[in-house]
T-cell receptor
Framework: QKEVEQDPGPLSVPEGAIVSLNCTYS??????FMWYRQYSRKGPELLMY????GNKEDGRFTAQVDKSSKYISLFIRDSQPSDSATYLCAMMVTSGSRLTFGEGTQLTVNP | DTAVSQTPKYLVTQMGNDKSIKCEQNLGHDTMYWYKQDSKKFLKIMFS???????INETVPNRFSPKSPDKAHLNLHINSLELGDSAVYFC?????????????FGPGTRLTVT
């Protein structure tokens, strides 16, 4: 069983839709939760970072962590064609340990 | 100015050859990483160096050997290339080992082994 499970999609939505991306994990020791965005033929870039449980909002993006269910989400409001990319969740046990990535969800926002 | 750069961007080679990929970061970061991304976009860490010291060494065939001549450079040498080595290899860096949640990735090196 993979430590981090993520539905690879592809996910296709119309412009303006609310997008929900999710990951589940099995290692209860994970404490740091990240979302990276990767455009085609580019390296991933950090989008959101959350420590422990709770919500974090940044503009149109909201990251949510539910440690009791071992479930994290990324919500994108008013999605734009420029949001079309692969979204990778990532997790760490401690601040100095390795990142464990999900396999990424490919999102397309259609104009 | 490119923060994390890799050379070459594309590498096509035959089975059995030896090749190297170079990475440089100009962010002043202490920690650097090598990742392998397969065709399904699954990104898996291979190695990490902190101030030239190897701190993460995942289960990777010993045909892969990283080298960090200084904290701004991390190279990856691959001996006796196999078909299964075909993937995109990403270099990344973070400010420090404790800042590993925020990693800056290079553009990737697309390796094709024929």
């Amino acid at each position: 069983q993979k430590e981090v499970e993520q539905d690879p999609g592809p996910l296709s939505v119309p412009e303006g839709a609310i997008v929900s991306l999710n990951c589940t994990y099995s290692n209860s020791a994970f404490q740091y939760f990240m979302w990276y965005r990767q455009y085609s033929r580019k390296g991933p870039e950090l989008l959101m970072y959350t420590y422990s449980s709770g919500n974090k909002e940044d503009g149109r993006f909201t990251a949510q962590v539910d440690k009791s269910s071992k479930y994290i989400s990324l919500f994108i409001r008013d999605s734009q064609p420029s949001d079309s990319a692969t979204y990778l969740c990532a997790m760490m046990v401690t601040s100095g340990s390795r990142l464990t990535f999900g396999e990424g969800t490919q999102l397309t926002v259609n104009p | 100015d490119t923060a994390v750069s890799q050379t070459p961007k594309y590498l096509v080679t035959q089975m059995g050859n030896d090749k190297s990929i170079k990475c440089e970061q100009n962010l002043g970061h202490d920690t650097m990483y090598w990742y392998k991304q397969d065709s399904k976009k699954f990104l898996k860490i291979m190695f990490s160096y902190n101030n030239k010291e190897l701190i993460i060494n995942e289960t990777v065939p010993n045909r892969f050997s990283p080298k960090s001549p200084d904290k701004a450079h991390l190279n990856l040498h691959i001996n006796s290339l196999e078909l299964g080595d075909s993937a995109v290899y990403f270099c990344a860096s973070s400010r420090a080992r404790t800042g590993a949640y925020e990693q800056y990735f290079g553009p990737g090196t697309r390796l094709t082994v024929t």
